[in-house]
């Protein structure tokens, strides 16, 4: 991606009041809006793994970890901008290990002042889309075990519960679970391949 490039609206969203959301992959020009949002949001809830100041990422530093982004290959990061603004994001983040490169992370935020307005739907249905457009044909994440609208979401996607991390997350002194869910999105090119090649006539020949 090209310093001043934007990347193309992936999908929109008509809000109640006639506003529209767009949904785009991120530019590395979105790394000051993108610390200052992390910030923001760290503030607005607890369900966040990490709490006000706690981002502990630069401008420099995320405007390099975007650029790595140029390689779809190495994950997803999207953004849900209102005017300008951003007020949500969706991550699915992938490991470079050839093994394990077809699962991705989803991970998803948005501003508390619009939570309920189908943003976090539109964000996670998008990146799951784009990631399965581009390898993941697994998707697995971590929800706090009393957030329920999120994990009522992930069930909606198709996100089923696989394990649970017990006392992980402590706020305001009270330890909290974190549940781990996951989603087979496709079928891995491999596993349709031998599928593919099970299924020949017997008694072909080469």
Known sequence: ???????????TLRLIDGSLVEISKVHEDDAAA???????????????????????????????????????QRGLFLTATLEGEIVGIATLARSSRSRIQHVGE?????????????????LATTALAEGRRTGVT?????????????????VRLGFQL?????????????EHDLLVMAAKLAEPARK???????????????
């Open 1 to 11: 991606m090209s310093n001043g490039d934007r990347p193309p609206i992936l999908a």
């Open 34 to 72: 993108l610390v200052e949002y992390a910030d923001v949001t760290a503030g607005e809830t607890d369900f966040l793994t990490y709490g006000p100041g706690e981002f502990g990422t630069s401008v420099e530093a995320e405007a390099a970890f975007l650029r790595t982004l140029d390689d779809e």
């Open 106 to 122: 989803l991970g998803l935020s948005v501003r508390r002042a619009l939570w309920r307005r189908g943003i976090g739907t539109a």
């Open 138 to 154: 697994r998707a697995w994440l971590q929800v706090r075990d009393d957030n329920d609208r999120a994990i009522r979401l992930c």
């Open 162 to 174: 696989e394990g649970r991390r017990v006392g992980v997350m402590i706020t305001n002194g009270a």
């Open 192 to 206: 349709l391949a031998q599928k593919g090649h099970a299924s020949s006539p017997a008694g072909t020949s080469s």
